[in-house]
């Protein structure tokens, strides 16, 4: 148990570091780390700019006295301490794309009053620095606790995880325990599966030039454009009036018309609006289209129409989880053929495989066929274990708010993939953006926290390392 007198000096640790803290922080903000998928660059498998965001990381953390290791620019591994057994905490350097519509620089470093914003300061490199931090400061005061602490610092999380995989199979001994600071608090004791694939949809017709929307899988799309030729733009703006969705504009004799959603993370897609829902709905009414063409945009209408799985016939629902989400995050069209890519998040008691044969058998009717296919199976801890409560009682002494429960949660962490591991903090569920609805969370534009609580996630994983050592952490 972590003394009085102790907790104190690391609360005045952190209180003397916080302007380095945030130095360090824009530092790693300002590296544009979109990762590539599928697409590697040289010696560089998730592109240039990841890799850039892995060198400014190692230089810091050495910088700090850490050990680094750079696992072929797939990610680093940073061990502090001794100890038979290990405690690894699992953070990410690499961001979803800005999107559109920012107030605010996405990779500079906005502090405005206690409000830090830029792409990558929620989600996730202002808590994984926040836990960098609190390691630094437990070895500084010479409170290291009786475990070696691992931390990884990925660099492809959001479009693949595939830095984890290689570290996985390079690693000969796994952490015995992990955390992520990936998630909301208190702690996430589950996460749902995850089933991300194709649609292959039939759209031939001479009057499509160009179809797309969307920027990555996991994001609702906040924009969809078709370019069309050989259609009266004032003719769609007069059937189109009033749809604010809707922008119509001319370019020589093409026409485009762009559609206007907003983005959410594809766990929360009730949250969001998805543009290219949107525009289907748009073309319909209308009438741009006949054949094969309309039923392709009535099928992306009827996807679009929920976000439960009920179109694509998997509806499904469990107690500890609750309902299978699904998103359309990003289409293109190649040839007349609309490629749709579906991202879904089942509950943790479904079967992955046996949802994609009811979603086969749904879709054949329209003629659409699924490829690209991945599954990744849930992951689940009980609520009531050691573990478990010795992280909700160093959360709510930080935090105190005894109605925070465990919980959990659509999105897919690393923690999915690890054994024994958890998702801890850092954003507040009771905390409402300032920007609305729409703007300032994680995968918007203007993505925003305060920084006081990337300074009470110090805290907490400072004081949690400590106190873990009077538990057994594998059961």
Sequence with gaps: MLSAENEKRIINWIEEHKDEFIADLSKIIAVPSVATFGVSEGEYPFGVESANVLAAAKELVESYGFPVKNLDNFCLVANVGEGEEKIGIFGHLDVVPCGNDWNYPPYQLTVDGDLLIGRGVLDDKGPLWASIFAVRCL????????????????????????????????????????????????????????????????CNDEKIVGFEGGTVRNVVADKCTATLKGVCAKCLAEKLAGNKRIEICEEGDLVKITANGASVHASIPENGINAIGVLANALLDAEVFEGEAKSAMEFLKLVNSDYNGAALGVPAEDEPSGKLTHVGGVISIDRGILNLSIDIRYPVTANGEELLEKIIRTVEPYNVTVFDVADTKPAYSPADSDKVRTCMRVINSVFHKDHWKPYTMGGGTYAKHLPNACALGPEDPDYESPFGLFRGSIHQADESTPAKLLFDTMLVYAKLLVELDDIDVTK
């Design 139 to 202: 070895k500084d005061l010479g409170l290291m606790p009786k475990r070696e602490i691992e931390f990884f610092l990925g660099g492809q999380e959001e479009c693949g995880m595939n830095d984890l995989l290689h570290y996985v199979e390079v690693t000969e001994k796994l952490p015995d325990v992990s955390f992520t600071p990936d998630g909301n608090y208190p702690i996430c004791h589950g996460e749902k599966g995850g089933l991300r694939f194709c649609l292959a949809i039939p």
